[in-house]
């Protein structure tokens, strides 16, 4: 049966299929943000934050999708520098069954990037403003960061226990993708596991995380590399929001406007945290911050001495102890 679902004259059967699902792309697409990456095998650097998506059928089939969203990044000449996007992608979208496990592995292969809009919105470093005003270098960074993700495409992994899993690029058939920390599954679902640098006063903030029924956890495992521990916060979407506004807008990092549902502290160098922290139905935020602006956590504010933290991190949705 895999063999006849998989082979080339199976195409159009697949793509019939796949349609039946595709209704909820944009609704997910809004679920999760981009971790932004020079490169694969680095770190990510910023993220970006789709907030508006729409869809629909181009004429051979593929899915046609229009989104605009906010983001930040990191550099050594900007330190933090946030942005808006919008563009359009054309998704020549299939899909294949793994061998082992019957797993479907859904691939949305960019067939064309058709448009993309990048504009800088703030730089933290006052004397880094010639990065976006004597030529358009700064913008033109901004679309290689952000155009190279999407041109990479995605794959989405439904598990014979029906978990699914969302991947930047192609993984390979029968393959796991790419992951930062080793952790069980244990009937959990996996919302992001990756590696992220946090500068000195800087914030990471992974989400939103959508916990859909009651007696759920968040379940997160995470080490810092680096010498300064790193505060670690869950906030509602709501809340979050108001501080991931504040984040894109105002150069410098400020307080907290509300309190985090839970807070905690990831010591440095110190593998094995593990913390459990159940929720009701809603949406949340992982934030992770280096900086005396919240928490306990407070690094020396040298700008001459970047204290940087190198944070792998695995967030896991299940039911809670």
């Not at 679902?5 to 159009?12: A, K, L």
Request: aromatic content about 8%; proline content about 6%.
């Amino acid at each position: 049966m895999k063999g006849t679902v998989n082979s080339p004259q199976s195409r159009t059967m697949r793509r019939n299929l796949m349609a039946k699902g595709l209704d909820q792309f944009c609704r997910q697409m809004l679920l999760h943000n981009a971790p932004l990456k020079l490169q694969n095998d680095q770190p990510a650097m910023g993220r970006f934050y789709p907030t508006q998506c729409n869809q629909s059928e181009a004429g051979n089939g593929d899915l046609f999708v229009r989104f605009s969203g906010v983001g930040y990044a990191h550099t050594n000449v900007t330190k933090k520098l946030t942005f808006t996007m919008s563009g359009a992608v054309q998704y020549n979208q299939d899909f294949q069954i793994a061998d082992e496990e019957c797993d479907m592995y859904a691939y949305f292969r960019p067939r064309q990037v058709a448009s993309s809009d990048f504009k800088i919105n703030k730089i933290e470093q006052p004397t880094a403003s010639f990065f976006s005003q004597l030529t358009p270098m700064g913008d033109d960074f901004g679309k290689q960061l952000v155009s190279g993700k999407l041109r990479e495409g995605f794959t989405v992994i439904k598990d014979h226990e029906d978990h699914d899993e969302v991947a930047m690029g192609m993984v390979e058939l029968g393959k796991k993708p790419q992951r930062a920390m080793a952790v069980g599954t244990d009937g959990r679902v996996s919302y992001e596991n990756g590696r992220v640098e946090v500068h000195q006063n800087q914030r990471d903030f992974v989400g939103p995380i959508e916990v859909t029924e009651n007696g759920r956890a968040i379940f997160l495992t995470a080490q810092v590399d680096g010498g300064v521990p790193v505060d670690v916060f869950v906030m509602r979407q709501q809340d979050a929001n108001i501080a991931l506004q504040q984040y894109l807008e105002i150069p410098q990092v400020q307080a907290l406007t509300t309190q985090p549902l839970w807070a905690d502290v990831i010591p440095a160098q110190m593998p094995g945290f593990r913390r459990t922290i159940p929720v009701p139905a809603g949406l949340y935020y992982v934030i992770f911050d280096n900086s005396a602006a919240a928490g306990t956590v407070s690094p020396p504010n040298n700008p001459l001495d970047d204290r940087a933290a190198l944070v792998d991190y695995a967030i896991q949705l299940g039911e809670a102890p």
